[in-house]
């Protein structure tokens, strides 16, 4: 007993290293989303490219959705883009984009130049949507079910690893989900 | 003694200059005292959450700008302190606050250091008790005090 206590503070550094050391390789940006769990926002804009056509949230309803947010203004979203691109030939999701806090025209040019992957973007030029998901950046994508809950929110770009490694599984989970008719 | 008041002048100067571009540049106008001092308070409590370790008072980021225009109206439709808190932590959870909730998930933060002070002390009352009963083993048993004895007697 004697000796063990001698070594106490020897086992306590070591444990404490391991803990810091564990601390190092995570991403403190990497935050939960207030929202898993809840029903997606109400809201109630127009789309990028029809300014005389409202969508609100019961439009996203009854497909596995992703909500992609991206605005020109964003540099990684140009990145993620072609990955989009990809994503959107899953005929088993439906990739809408919110764009945020963008400039209507400029948005219009991007998806003209590049492709436009989304089934819709919901044009949300003051962020009040954004606001009401917890964005504080772009890009970021959101999984929604077919009920309407939001079950994942991912910051960041997505490319080829992100997408197999976060969102393969759980879109494959809410396939399944949908299959039973939970 | 005049120098001493220029340099004092000069260094108050770069003080306030520092200041003010370190304060981000809106105006909002408030109906009265209190209201200002809840915005300022509440901006000094919430978390940025783009850029972490600063509060909505100290950050320039768009977001922070946002939440500063959200928080001020909230303020201006007559909500409570509770409710804006609630606002913001259901949108962006509770990393937002600077002073986390007591909850399951924070105990170890609030009372953690509680309990590591009241192990220090056990320690220590430990360790202090322990030394009577180290000089207990310290006085001589008998044969060794006869031992002794002769061993001093030998001289």
């Known amino acids: 007993m004697g000796k063990l206590i001698r070594f106490l503070p020897l086992i306590l550094v070591i444990a404490l290293g391991v803990v810091l050391y564990r ?10 989303s207030a929202l898993v769990g809840k029903a997606m926002p109400a809201f109630s804009l127009v789309t990028l490219n029809d300014s005389e056509k409202t969508v609100s949230q019961t439009d996203l309803v009854g497909d596995i959705v992703l ?3 991206w605005a020109t203004w964003c540099p990684t979203c140009k990145y993620e883009h072609p990955y989009l691109v990809d994503v959107a030939k899953d005929p088993q999701v439906k ?3 919110l764009n945020y806090k963008d400039d209507r025209d400029a948005a219009k040019k991007w998806l003209e130049h590049y492709e436009d992957p989304y ?4 044009f949300d030029e003051e962020g009040t949507l954004g606001l009401d998901l917890g964005v504080y950046g772009a890009p970021e994508t959101f999984v929604i079910d077919h009920h309407g809950v939001i079950r994942k929110r991912f910051a960041g770009a997505i490319d080829t690893r992100v997408w197999r490694r976060e969102f393969e599984p759980l879109i494959a989970q809410l396939i399944e989900e949908k299959k039973q008719g939970k | 003694m005049r120098l001493i008041s220029i340099f004092i002048l000069a260094f108050a100067l770069v003080i306030g200059v520092n200041q003010a571009s370190a304060s981000p540049v809106e105006t909002f106008e408030f109906n009265d005292e209190v209201t200002k001092i809840r915005f300022q308070a509440l901006s000094k409590e919430l978390r940025c959450p783009k850029c972490q370790n600063q509060n909505l008072a100290d950050s320039n980021s768009p977001i922070a700008q946002d939440l500063r225009k959200e928080l001020y109206e909230l303020l201006q439709q007559g909500k409570a302190d509770s409710e804006i808190v609630d606002f913001m932590v259901s949108r962006y959870g509770e990393f937002v606050l600077y002073r986390p909730r007591v909850s399951a998930l924070t105990y170890v933060l609030w009372f953690g250091p509680v309990v590591l002070i009241l192990i220090g002390i056990i320690v220590v009352i430990v360790v202090v008790r322990r030394k009577p ?3 207990k083993a310290l006085v001589l048993t008998s044969e060794q005090q006869d031992k002794l004895k002769d061993l001093l007697n030998d001289k």
């Open chain 1, 95 to 97: 990739l809408y984009g």
């Open chain 2, 133 to 135: 009963a180290d000089k």
């Open chain 1, 67 to 69: 909500v992609n947010v």
């Open chain 1, 119 to 122: 089934v819709f973007s919901i």
């Open chain 1, 23 to 32: 601390g190092l390789s995570l991403n403190p940006q990497d935050m939960p």
